[in-house]
Nanobody, 124 residues
């Protein structure tokens, strides 16, 4: 049974930091590209960051580049998204998702397994 579970969302002040975690099971984790996506109210789901199966290649959306860092621990089937210098426009539900093999892409339509999401709110 496939499970993808996000955690770490919270209310944080502008300029603050959070670390999101994504724990997966039920599939061969180290064969899969893992992506983080977010969806704000009234907006489409967008790709924030993704990481290749071996962790050697990463992608960041322009809006988060330099502030967010993605990493993975294949021994523990977990991917992290460390978020610094948070802005109110980062407020959204953040989702983790997995896709096997190529292409390496932030397109959410290409991802197979999804979690339920975790809420990140950036507000003073």
């Amino acid at each position: 049974q496939v499970q993808v579970v996000e955690s770490g969302g919270d209310l944080v002040q502008p300029g603050g930091s959070l670390r999101l975690s994504c724990a997966a099971s039920g599939f061969t984790f180290d064969y899969y590209v893992i992506g983080w996506f977010r969806q704000a109210p009234g907006k489409e789901r967008e790709g924030v960051s993704c990481i290749s199966s071996d962790g050697g290649t990463t992608y960041y959306a322009n809006s988060v580049s330099g502030r967010f860092t993605i990493s993975r621990d294949n021994a523990n089937n977990t991917v992290y998204l460390h978020m610094d210098s948070l802005k109110p426009e980062d407020t959204a539900v953040y989702y983790c998702a997995a896709k096997v093999g190529f292409p390496f892409t932030p397109d959410p339509g290409q991802y197979e397994y999804w979690g339920q999401g975790t809420q990140v709110t950036v507000s003073s």
